[in-house]
């Protein structure tokens, strides 16, 4: 089958100079290793890494991690936390030390977590904060928050808070009362 693209023993041939393709033994190696390169695509394929990682089992997760050098890796991870750190690893390690960088690394494993810079909140010079609406900051997860945020953050900068809002709901009843006095209408009480 004629593919006008793409790695084929046919195509690989075209490219050989007119001179070479005259001489048959040349004709006969280009031949040999054109049928050994053209086989390569489907071998790359199988190890292609970046555009597969939602693919990948998490055992290999695991050992990729090891290699890329993951610094804030757990294999407690769940595999949905695995993949989106594998994913933002290149971009944290490229801005290390950077808002972005800590804000990539700390939602990869806490979504609806914001770092806010001292002057986005009038805060003291080389300080940030942390806001966020994931409950597990303020519980079972504040070691490996810190973890993250400690080993992504720059060096000379400083955690002023973490702030977390976590959902709950009340019911409030509001009552109001008043009283009529002779000229003017009293308020009694109320919210």
Known sequence: M???HGITT???LRTLPDVLKQDNAMQALGTAVADALAVLPDEINVLRIYNRIDELPENLLDILAHDFKVDWW???YT???KRRVFKDNWAVHRKLGTKYALQMAVSAIFPDTVVQEWFEYGGKP???RILSNSPRVAQEDLERFMFIVM???RNSQWL???LVSMPWHMNLYVGIACHETSKDIQ???GI
């Open 10 to 12: 046919e195509n690989l």
């Open 74 to 76: 757990d294999p407690n």
């Open 160 to 162: 002023e808070e973490i």
């Open 2 to 4: 004629y593919q006008p």
């Open 79 to 81: 595999l949905d936390e």
């Open 187 to 189: 308020w009694i009480g």
């Open 151 to 153: 080993l992504v953050k």
């Open 126 to 128: 080389h300080y940030f």
